[in-house]
């Protein structure tokens, strides 16, 4: 049963591991990796060995970069994480739910997109039962959808760049994650664009998907999550 996503992503939040290592990679040492004798608090080696994460680069000599070998495998993940983190995962509907939010994408309605969204975020056990702070598990929320969404460029210090296809078209989109805090909304909005712009973030962007900011629209997001619910505050775009 260890072998099953499901166990194991639940083993990670039992023991306050870092899920987001799990979507996009962890550096390990050599000699921990080829530890069999795996223990509860460090269950990387056997996420390892049940094959979910792959060797995908050596940065030392003895030090190795791990992440999901394909996007089949980081899709299996990503679902299993959102049934812990989100309303979605495990029901019938997650495929339709899912394929949805890509065609509000796809079409620039990003106030569809975030409807959906923030449906999923209702009453989520793991902030009810204050077994994770709000914060985290909204944030894990929206990472492990967007990686099933569509491709995910996490090179920057950006929240999140998003590219969405479906094979005919494309949109990206650059979200910034905020939390509320007592802050009004509007200073959290600007406060979000001027990084994207001070950090260059659309440049970075335009830079992946081999073209520039003036030949290619890219849709900026400021999305505001409730510090203590988890749920959506506000949101912006551009």
């Not at 709000?134 to 990686?147: C, G």
């Not at 491709?151 to 949109?171: C, F, H, Q, R």
């Not at 970075?204 to 505050?233: D, M, P, W």
């Amino acid at each position: 049963q260890t072998g099953q996503p499901a166990m194991l992503i639940k083993l990670m939040f039992s023991h306050k591991c870092n899920i987001f290592d799990l979507l996009y990679g962890v550096s390990i040492s050599l000699d921990d990796l080829m530890e069999y004798r795996w223990t509860e608090e460090d269950v990387i080696p056997l996420i390892y060995q049940t094959g979910y994460l792959s060797i995908i680069d050596t940065e030392q000599s003895r030090l190795l970069r791990l992440a999901p070998p394909n996007t089949e495998v980081r899709t299996v993940l990503c679902r299993n994480v959102l049934s812990f983190v989100s309303n979605l995962g495990q029901t019938s509907k997650f495929s339709a739910e899912v394929e949805a939010m890509r065609q509000s994408l796809l079409l620039g309605d990003v106030a569809a997109f975030i409807a959906r969204f923030a449906q999923s975020l209702k009453d989520v056990a793991l902030i009810r039962q204050k077994k994770e702070t709000a914060e985290y598990v909204s944030r894990l929320a929206f990472h492990a959808l967007s990686n099933i969404l569509g491709t995910v460029i996490k090179d920057s210090n950006a929240d999140v760049m998003l590219e969405v296809s479906d094979g005919k078209k494309s949109e990206a989109y650059i979200f910034e994650l905020k939390m509320e805090k007592n802050i009004a909304l509007d200073d959290i909005f600007a406060d979000a664009f001027m990084r994207i712009q001070e950090k260059h973030y659309t440049e970075t962007f335009a830079h992946f998907l081999g073209t520039t900011e003036k030949e290619r629209a890219i849709h900026q997001v400021a999305l505001v999550f409730n510090s203590t619910k988890g749920t959506i505050a506000g949101w912006k775009a551009l």
